[in-house]
């Protein structure tokens, strides 16, 4: 099995700065690509950002300069840096991930909570 574990989210005013982090434990031979994705009330749940196990990344357009997503590969960690928050930045962060483990899979956390005040 794997498991994910978030942190990292809160309360935060525009303009502000989070970073969020998830840990990946478990049966992981190796990972893939690890990710964010977020969803607000009323909205789909869409991807934030991604990063391979090359280092490649890739962000939705509209956190484009402002987030960043980086790894950290000897603790299975992934982080997404968040600075200039605006109040549509608010919802559910997601953890993902794919990992080679007794089979190729996805895998994702719990969510922890962002939320932005104009």
């Known amino acids: 099995q794997v498991q994910l574990v978030e942190s990292g989210g809160g309360l935060v005013q525009a303009g502000g700065s989070l970073r969020l982090s998830c840990a990946a434990s478990g049966s992981i031979f190796s990972i893939n690509a690890m990710g964010w994705y977020r969803q607000a009330p009323g909205k789909q749940r869409e991807l934030v950002a991604v990063?391979?196990?090359?280092?490649?990344?890739r962000y939705t357009d509209s956190v484009k300069g402002r987030f960043t997503i980086s790894r950290d590969n000897a603790k299975n960690t992934v982080y997404l840096q968040m600075n200039s928050l605006k109040p549509e930045d608010t919802a559910v962060y997601y953890c993902?991930?794919?990992?080679?483990?007794?089979?190729?899979?996805?895998?994702w956390g719990q969510g922890t909570q962002v939320t932005v005040s104009s």
């Open positions: 990063i391979t196990s090359g280092g490649s990344a």
């Open positions: 993902y991930t794919n990992v080679n483990s007794e089979y190729v899979g996805d895998y």
